[in-house]
């Protein structure tokens, strides 16, 4: 079973994200760590597929904890889909500069973002048994 990694502080988001994985078939396992420094460990140790990242956390702040994966070999090459509440202009060109391939905005969509989901985890099953090797963003 795949592994998404969800960091993210805010309960009532965990709520959305653990809900979404329970009711709506998504074929994939959540995790999710509420603290940038507990999401570089265990990123390393659970080799997620996908990782969703709040920009806002106490302690290191998504961008940052991105930069750092994408800077170490065992994590660069796994996407991170950064989620916030963050719409100034510039934030989404912030966080795709920091790594990010994808920007899910709050309020998060339940509906949307599991549709996003599946798209992504069919893709990746067409590649895995292409045997292309995992999507680089
Ligand atoms: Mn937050």
Known sequence: MNTILLIEDNFSNISILEDIFLFDDIPARLVSVETGEE???RAIELQ????LMDLRLP???GLETTQILKRNPLTKD???WAITAY???GDEERARAAGCCEYITKPVHALELANRLRIFLDQLKQRETETWTRQKC
């Open 87 to 89: 719409a100034m202009k």
């Open 48 to 51: 997620p597929v996908l990782i």
């Open 59 to 61: 302690g290191i702040d």
């Open 39 to 41: 999401a570089l460990r």
């Open 78 to 80: 796994i996407p991170v």
